[in-house]
């Protein structure tokens, strides 16, 4: 095993005398400004109990769920509280979703960019009703609306099948029509991976692979989005077993990314899904953060240098 996964210790890895240290950090999490089933009050006070010591909400395409985090971690003055996005994108075949972490919600046109990609969610979700309907499943596109209870999208969906007893659960729902070769799927305009590493660092934010494991043709998306200046790639995940963290980080450490993660934690209930600080899992090291924290304040730096017009042109960080 290499020394940067032994030396995790405070993140869920074996100390030295081969007990748990649960982990302090979580960078990947969502709540219902997206595809999450808790509010941010509800997700920090439940992040709050456990030994998490730095979390970051990263919902899709939206910060919408920042501010109410933000009040709320105010009452929990040992949690850190990073803003981030996750941006969906796509290149062919595959789909590629992009972490961003210390988001500036001011950024110009950050918030322009994200409601037109909120609004291609719309549009894909309505266009998914309708197919299911064309399948003979009948699912309220009003009764979506209100399991979103804000930002639609598949998972919503999901649920109201399930509800409708079409499907067994979510995760039936997913594997036969809503996935992404899925009987009901309607894509969405995304853009391309490049474009969004360069809106991200347009923005003065950095941005990080996620869930690799679910990138096809790894290899070839990795290289390209390591010559846009990615910053980094999720390696430690609960999801992950030993071996996998193993060849992520040495992905990592040969493309010069920061080695970060968390759970994707969305509080849907799965049997699979791993509840953040659970003592049992594997988080990024604390100096991951501190790393993403310099990355984002060299694209920010770039960008105050040399303004560029948001999603347009590539600013480049000073190295440091």
């Not at 890895?13 to 509800?42: F, I, K, R, Y």
Request: without cysteine.
């Amino acid at each position: 095993m290499s020394s940067s996964v032994q030396n995790s210790a405070g993140n869920g890895s074996e100390n030295d005398t081969g007990g748990v240290v649960p982990p302090l950090v979580d960078l990947h999490l969502h709540t219902t400004a997206s595809d999450g089933q808790l509010s941010p009050t509800e997700l920090i006070d439940q992040v709050a109990g456990t030994s998490l010591r730095v979390v970051a909400v990263t919902d899709h395409d939206s910060t919408e769920g920042i501010a109410e985090a933000q009040a709320a971690k105010a009452r929990h003055p040992h949690l850190t509280l990073i803003a981030g996005i996750e941006l969906g994108t796509e290149e062919g075949e595959s789909e590629v979703h992009l972490i961003s972490h210390f988001v500036d919600l001011d950024a110009p046109g950050l918030q322009d960019y994200l409601s037109h990609l909120r609004e291609g969610r719309v549009e894909a979700a309505q266009g998914t009703v309708k197919k299911l309907g064309e399948l003979g499943i009948h699912v309220s596109w009003e009764r979506v609306l209100e399991i979103a209870d804000g930002a639609v999208g598949r998972p919503h969906i999901a649920r109201a099948m399930a509800e409708a007893g079409y499907v067994k659960n979510a995760q039936d729902a997913f594997q036969r029509y809503l996935g992404s070769d899925g009987l009901a799927r309607v894509k969405r305009p995304k853009p391309t991976p490049g474009d969004g590493v360069r809106f991200l660092h347009s923005i003065g934010a950095t941005a990080t692979l996620a869930h690799p494991q679910t990138v096809k043709g790894l290899g070839r998306i990795l290289g390209f989005l390591v010559d846009e200046g990615l910053d980094g790639i999720e390696v430690f995940a609960p999801k992950y077993g030993t071996g996998d963290r193993e060849r992520r980080l040495e992905a990592a450490e040969r493309s010069g990314l920061i080695a970060v993660g968390g759970s994707d934690y969305h509080a849907w209930g799965t049997s699979e899904e791993i509840v953040p600080g659970d003592p049992k899992t594997v988080g990024p090291p604390l100096d991951a953060v501190d790393k993403l924290r310099a990355a984002a304040d060299r694209w920010k730096a770039a960008v105050t240098n040399a303004p560029e017009t948001p999603g347009e042109g590539h600013p480049t960080p000073s190295s440091g």
